[in-house]
Nanobody, 123 residues
């Protein structure tokens, strides 16, 4: 079965950096769209970025210029490199997979989810 496992979260000061990883197994990873979402307490889950099997990507306006999504198909791993972190980036970050090669930004378009990794940014 599809399994996703995030790692790399933690607590950082504003302006700092983190790299999140998502280890994938149980499916043909190089045929899936992969994405990152985040959710703060009391708020709806928010799309952050996606990347298709060829490496074409898109990021949300709120993180553009600061976050980069990438994937290593040989390792079945998805990454989110985060720079210039802000307190408003504080959230649980989730890895998601969509069983098609093209991507969407809606959370309902994704078939599988990891349990999440917490990112906390202090001012």
């Amino acid at each position: 079965q599809v399994q996703l496992a995030e790692s790399g979260g933690g607590s950082v000061q504003a302006g700092g950096s983190l790299r999140l990883s998502c280890a994938a197994s149980g499916f043909t990873y190089n045929e899936y769209c992969m994405a990152w979402f985040r959710q703060a307490p009391g708020k709806e889950r928010e799309w952050v970025a996606y990347i298709n099997p060829a490496g074409f990507m898109a990021v949300a306006d709120s993180v553009k210029g600061r976050f980069t999504i990438s994937r290593d198909n040989a390792k079945n791993t998805l990454y989110l490199q985060m720079h210039s972190l802000k307190p408003e980036d504080t959230a649980m970050y989730f890895c998601a997979a969509r069983a098609v090669t093209y991507c969407r930004a809606g959370k309902d378009d994704y078939n599988s989810w990891g349990p999440g990794t917490q990112v906390t940014v202090s001012s």
